[in-house]
């Protein structure tokens, strides 16, 4: 739901396992050279795709032409791509400039999507940079994995932001560990992760051993932290080089007889300390028999020892003492853990509210979460959305007073009505809850309220006296009307809304800063 005419460039998941990057910024190739492909670097990671640009005419005089000539001659020469697919006859009649081994031209887009060419793309990058006049529109639709009217934007840039606003409150020195469980808060772990690995952070954090295979196969090399390993996962785990939170004498002993298995040494894991929250880890009288263990063998070593708090985000006296007695807490036992072990480690306890609110607790390393999406406890302002939802109108129904709209007859109609129907339903994410009048979404930043009950991929929209038409855009969150306003309306939290959004919804990922 692109709100403004800037251009950007977006990434998604294309057909046969290949990634779609597009540029919007037709008439400037240099922004491909310069932007596109090291945004690409950013999503590929160490993978070994092939790259493909499909490249269109565009408008200008001879000047202008013969700088984007000589452009994408430099594209080539330097080879930062394997194939190019020429679409137009100016570019079409001056193919011999570009010395490639795969080179299609097509002097038309229909020419070009009743080829067999995208038929033959296989795990590789897609580069589109296609102007207007050759329907750039058209050609993903043939190339994009979930080709899906409703799409949840991923703003790279408000999430970058956001990660500066919280280092902002560290110390240069403090290490960031950023949390990329359930999809990345249902935002694409793969995508978003290497978009941190890019961006500098330390360590990710997932919830699964299989979450953190999936970044691994994807090209992801930072440390992953497992913050819930299983004794049927150990065999990936260590495959995979992902690095276990111990939280409890049983898998203490299963983690540490596999690495035995298997010949480690000083294979890194992470302790949990149980402060106070009493949902996962050691407790305090633990401490001495774990350190017994731990100083018997040199087949484990640990990384860091760490906490959780229950109640920064808050505010209140009665939460903030036992969070501060729970800050108090750790220092003590991490220090008696620190007088035993030989070698030094991190400790860590802030989550995002903690960073905000109590950062002189930020030891060696903090762990971002819902912050990374705009959400925290305290001057909101200062974050950016990062997360937008949208779909389009499919059909629109005049609908009479009398009548009634869905399901069990629950949308009843008192006046004559404009009804609005969505491709969007509670299997996509949307509450039931929010069915007959409880929820509205924006038309044209206007409020139109849910009418009827949701359905599973349907919802229908009071769109009366708004001017609606088929095709046209409804937001369901965005910069405008945050997710976190829903989530509140729910009585739940953020972290709801967001990974209840289906995977079946359409993911891009955009940044406008090129």
């Not at 949208?390 to 009804?419: C, F, H, P, W």
């Amino acid at each position: 739901m692109n709100t403004t005419q800037k251009p950007r460039l977006e990434v998604e998941a294309g057909i046969n396992n290949c990634l779609l990057i597009s540029d919007s910024h037709t008439s400037d190739l240099t922004s491909l050279t310069k932007h596109a492909l090291g945004f690409l670097e950013q999503q590929l990671a160490s993978q070994s795709k092939r790259r493909t640009l499909i490249v269109s005419d565009i408008e200008g005089d001879e000047l202008v032409f013969e700088m984007f000539y000589s452009n994408l001659q430099q594209i080539v020469k330097a080879r930062l791509v394997d194939e190019i697919v020429l679409l137009g006859r100016e570019l079409s009649a001056q193919s011999q400039r570009f010395r490639i081994e795969k080179k299609r031209c097509f002097t038309t887009t229909d020419d070009f999507l009743q080829s067999d060419v995208i038929s033959s793309f296989k795990n590789q990058a897609v580069l589109l940079k296609i102007a207007p006049e050759f329907s750039p529109e058209k050609v993903k639709m043939h190339l994009q994995l979930l080709p899906h009217d409703t799409v949840l934007e991923i703003d790279f840039d408000a999430m970058f932001h956001n990660i500066g606003y919280f280092r902002s409150k560290l110390k240069s020195e403090t290490k960031l560990m950023c949390m990329v469980k359930a999809s990345a808060y249902g935002s694409g772990s793969v995508e978003v992760a290497l978009a941190m690995q890019h961006y500098g952070c330390d360590y990710l954090g997932v919830a699964f051993v299989n979450e953190g295979v999936e970044l691994r196969t994807a090209g992801v090399q930072l440390p992953i932290v497992v913050l819930n390993p299983m004794a049927s996962s150990l065999h990936q785990l260590f495959k995979y080089c992902l690095e276990p939170e111990i939280c409890n004498f049983r898998m203490l002993k299963l983690i540490l007889d596999y690495a035995k298995n298997l010949g480690m040494k000083n294979y890194p894991v992470h302790i949990k300390i149980d402060t106070g929250m009493h949902r996962a880890g050691f407790e305090e009288q633990d401490i001495e028999k774990l350190l017994k263990i731990l100083n018997s063998q040199d087949n484990l070593r640990v990384v860091s020892v760490f906490s959780h708090l229950a109640s920064a985000d808050e505010i209140s006296e009665e939460m903030d003492n036992f969070t501060k007695k729970q800050l108090r807490k750790f220092e003590e036992i991490t220090a008696i853990i620190a007088k035993s072990l030989n070698y030094p480690f991190l400790r860590h306890i802030l989550n995002t509210a903690g960073i905000e609110r109590f950062s002189d607790f930020q030891f060696d390393m903090v762990r971002l979460g819902i912050g990374l999406w705009g959400v925290n406890c305290q001057n909101e302002k200062k974050l950016r959305n990062v997360c937008s939802l949208s779909t389009k109108i499919i059909q629109i129904k005049n609908v009479q007073a009398g009548e009634t709209v869905g399901y069990n007859r629950k949308g009843k109609v008192l006046q004559d009505k404009q009804i609005a129907l969505l491709p969007l339903g509670y299997a996509d994410g949307m509450d039931r809850r929010l069915s007959n009048g409880n929820g509205y979404l924006l038309y044209n930043g206007e409020k139109a309220l849910i009418t009827g009950n949701i359905c599973m991929d349907l919802l229908m929209l009071d769109v009366t006296g708004l001017d609606a038409k088929d095709g046209m855009e409804v937001v369901i969150f965005n910069a405008l009307r945050p997710f976190a306003q829903i989530a509140e309306q729910l009585g739940t939290i953020p972290y709801e809304v967001l990974t209840s959004i289906s995977p079946r919804v359409r993911r891009v990922y955009f940044t406008e800063n090129y």
